[in-house]
């Protein structure tokens, strides 16, 4: 099979893996996703998923491959709490939150971690459909705040939470404090809800 006719196929998917791969053709020789990667047609994003390396100018296209390249999982943490603005850093690698076991990989669409909950805590996340039609699954604000916090338990004391620097407006104005609650109480964490009494006492939600 030759690249450009290879190309005009899988293009559209953004990234993919070598399964999509057989389906469209089954007797297709996986070496030449070798011989592809090597030359440069190809990235190759970790164990049998690959992009096309123009991909990295779409918008968007890195969390969209954190969520194709490991699945189940949605965009959580700093990395969604630097979308949403709640937090002032701009987060370089991108972190999710999976049913599978704790992962990270690192290609040059950039780098992804992977935090492992158990099932009954994967939940919080909606669907969004990014520019290019494609779409991914993302925490909502108050879940993605509760898994920083739920996982990252070194954040214990009322300056552990000043030093997170969210932003106020954001907390006080914008964050569904129903929505908080619910997930909190959903999560099933004393320890948790500890936590998150002394956050709101500092932002003052």
């Not at 996340?125 to 996982?151: I, M, Q």
Request: charged residues 25%; glycine residues 4%.
């Amino acid at each position: 099979m030759d690249f450009l006719t290879f190309r005009e196929r899988m293009y559209p998917m953004g990234c993919f893996n070598v399964n999509q791969v057989l389906l469209w053709e089954q007797d297709f020789d996986r070496n030449n996703l070798t011989r592809w990667c090597r030359k440069g047609l190809l990235v190759k994003l970790r164990n049998e998923y690959y992009a096309f390396p123009e991909f990295r100018q779409v918008p968007d296209a890195a969390r969209y491959v954190a969520n194709r390249i490991y699945s189940p999982s949605y965009i959580s943490l700093h990395s969604a709490l630097s979308f949403y603005g709640i937090i002032p850093e701009e987060v370089v690698q991108i972190t999710s939150i999976t049913t599978l076991k704790t992962a990270k990989f690192e290609n040059s669409f950039g780098t992804f971690h992977y935090q492992n909950v158990k099932t009954a805590l994967y939940f919080g996340y909606e669907r969004k459909t990014l520019t290019n039609g494609r779409s991914l699954l993302f925490a909502l604000p108050e879940k993605a705040l509760l898994d920083l916090l739920y996982l990252n338990p070194f954040y214990r004391t009322e300056e552990d939470m000043e030093n997170l620097r969210l932003d106020e407006d954001y907390m006080q104005n914008e964050l569904d404090r129903q929505r908080l609650n619910t997930f909190l109480e959903k999560m099933g964490s004393k320890a948790l809800d500890q936590r998150i009494a002394k956050l709101k006492r500092v932002y003052d939600i």
